[in-house]
């Protein structure tokens, strides 16, 4: 089984910035895909970005050119840089690991206008 933890959340002004980590701990492959989705208040949980075993990244158009995903193998962590905030990001962000099925306990990402 695999561990996920992340940290980074917090409370910003608009336009601000954040930078989430989800660091992986247990049965971990440096191969693996890995995700960040988020859940606001009355909302279904939604995908936010994705990072392959190859390095391809793939990002929901709302994030798309503020937000970038990227890896660090040899720590088996995960990041997620978030640049231009807006209070619609407001969310609980959440680490994905697709191969394991296993989510993180997420981290509270508040935007203030």
């Known amino acids: 089984q695999v561990q996920l933890a992340e940290s980074g959340g917090g409370l910003v002004q608009a336009g601000g910035s954040l930078r989430l980590s989800c660091a992986a701990s247990?049965?971990?492959?440096?191969?693996?895909?890995m995700g960040w989705y988020r859940q606001a208040p009355g909302k279904e949980r939604e995908f936010v970005a994705r990072?392959?075993?190859?390095?391809?990244?793939y990002y929901s158009d709302s994030v798309k050119g503020r937000f970038t995903i990227s890896r660090d193998n040899a720590e088996n962590t995960v990041y997620l840089q978030m640049n231009s905030l807006k209070p619609e990001d407001t969310a609980i962000y959440y680490c994905?690991?697709?191969?394991?099925?296993?989510w993180g306990q997420g981290t509270q990402v508040t935007v203030s206008s």
């Open positions: 994905y690991a697709y191969s394991y099925d296993h």
């Open positions: 247990g049965r971990t492959r440096s191969t693996y895909d």
């Open positions: 990072i392959y075993g190859d390095g391809r990244t």
